[in-house]
């Protein structure tokens, strides 16, 4: 056997002597993940020895009926345990072509412990956050107040025409050599 034939399987052994077992829920090749769900749980269900590629799991533990599928004798499907059930231990029953199977399945009781504190600030900014260089900062909240009441002053106004009146006298003198025909 090569040396990569002889890790493969070494590796395949190792994973499953450390994949923890799912609960058996009977001795009828059901088996459930994980072995015992709280109420609200999503769990796996897995069939063995079903000559099917269908099958259907139903439990008054579950939200709605389980359908399971696959091929080769294992059928595997996901449903959800209720989440107003008390704890205790429920039939699944797995119709499996003409075969029926039942098994339990355990539910365990609510959890006690106190759900986690509300954070008291947001986890993100819910506003603009105060930073930036040169003139992106934002002004004081002292300041900020003026500037939204004073609006543009007369530097800025005398600064405003200048600009118009030079863009005005460049396109006057680009409209005159162009109907010259310079340029």
């Known amino acids: 056997m090569g040396l990569l034939k002889v890790t493969l399987c070494t590796g395949a ?5 450390l994949t923890p077992a799912a609960h058996a829920a009977g001795d009828g090749g059901v088996s459930v993940t994980p072995s015992t769900p709280a109420p609200g749980t999503d769990v796996t269900l897995r069939v063995t020895d079903c000559a099917e ?3 259907v799991a139903a439990s008054p533990a579950f939200v709605a009926d389980v359908r ?7 059928l595997v499907g996901a449903g959800r345990v209720r989440s107003t059930l008390p704890a205790g231990t429920y039939d699944v029953e797995i119709t499996c072509g003409a075969t029926d199977r039942t ?6 009781g609510r959890s006690t412990a106190p759900a986690p504190a ?6 993100s900014p819910v506003a603009p ?4 260089g040169g003139g992106a900062a934002h002004p004081s909240a002292a300041d900020a107040g003026r500037a ?3 609006g543009p002053g007369a530097g800025h106004t005398t600064t405003g025409l200048v600009l118009a009146g030079a ?4 396109v006057a003198l680009g409209g005159a050599r162009r109907s010259r025909g310079t340029g």
């Open 13 to 17: 052994a190792l994973a499953a002597a």
């Open 53 to 55: 590629r269908t099958a």
């Open 68 to 74: 399971l599928s696959g091929g080769d004798g294992t």
């Open 103 to 108: 098994a339990p399945l355990t539910v365990a």
């Open 118 to 123: 509300r954070p008291s600030a947001p986890a």
């Open 129 to 132: 956050v105060e930073a930036g």
């Open 148 to 150: 939204r009441t004073a």
């Open 167 to 170: 863009a005005a006298v460049a």
